[in-house]
């Protein structure tokens, strides 16, 4: 694939700290991300991007590789990476070291050998022996998630604008900010982007092909009760708490992230709080599924109304926020999106992986501001800790999927 070398850029971006932080309320949340997006302008001019736009006031660069001579009226799609990484450990001074030809065995990260990337907590570290690991010094994350999917995009473009024959249509590509922090659409300028549909490279092992997520929603209740002494309780105390207790024990057990897998949807309580007087919990509630999610939303308003008739109007107050939505069905009508990324991995003898996404994804919420947007692998593994490691080859292998999907949608216009 030339001598354009993606892991030169990647181990450039991750020397710089970008970590955001969701307790600033800014935007973007940390200064910092702005050392990443200055680069990117720069590099990318320097490589012959054209339309290179910096949004200064929200930290956003974006990007366009021309089309091909012929081919100005194919499909514009892009490809988009955030910048920022988590909050969960410092990203400061990362000394990213390649371990060559990995063997199998342990891989001491840290000088005092305590921090061990061992495929014993990490038994899939057994599927890259032979391959090089790029991996942490055990004091940062890596920032694999997700400056390896921009050094993939960047090394795209530089490869697409060194061979003109290539043929393909525009191709947008865009960085964007506090993507960790659940932010990184905020500000996102899908009428500058230009593209029709566009994929986030934002996955995990080599062929990861994302195009579900949760429906999701966050519930809660608050629970008024009637503190009395305990001596004169009878027939005039209202318990709170139990009222709470007894508003879980009417959701289904089996309904809870402990239990659940794959498509299966749940209610997960993520905080409670009581005394005899008031009460309250909150809950997330997901599923894949629209119908079953209305249907859980339902239950968790008919539990809360159940109690009320058993106790007296008032008693307990039930709030259901919508947060995100599954793009799957923003997908659907695309599915050209899902099959040019297939055939790009099966050219390359990557076999896809298509599973449901336990979470969120920027794409999704793209996909709802009229981007359709699946994600992609990046060859990236163990995200947002100390034992972030990131694999040579597959992270080359996604610049050539990448590089797949641009000639595909270059071929389905001719
Ligand atoms: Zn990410």
Redesign the pocket.
Known sequence: MSNIDVIEKFLRYVKIDTQSDDTTGTSPSTMKQHDLAKLLYDEMNTIGVSNVFYDKDHCYVYGVIPATAGYENAPKIGFI??MDTSDEVSGKDVKARIVEKYDGNDITLSSDGKVVLSPDSFPELKNHIGEDLIVTDGTTLLGA??KA?IAEITTMAEVLLTNPDIPHGDIKIAFTPD??IGEGTAHFDIEKFGAKFAYTV?GGKLGDLEYENFNAAEGKIVVNGRSVHPGDAKDKMVNASLICYEFHSLLPVQMNPMYTQGREGFFHLTEINGSTEKASASYIIRDHDEALFEKKKQLFIDAAEYLNKKYGEGTVEVKVRDQYKNMIEKIRPHMHLIENAKKAMTDIGVTPLEFPIRGGTDGASLSYKGLPCPNLCTGGYN?HGKYEYASVQEMEKTVDILLGIVNEYGKSYK
């Open positions: 990476s955030h998630d997700d999917g993507e960790e934002d995200y």
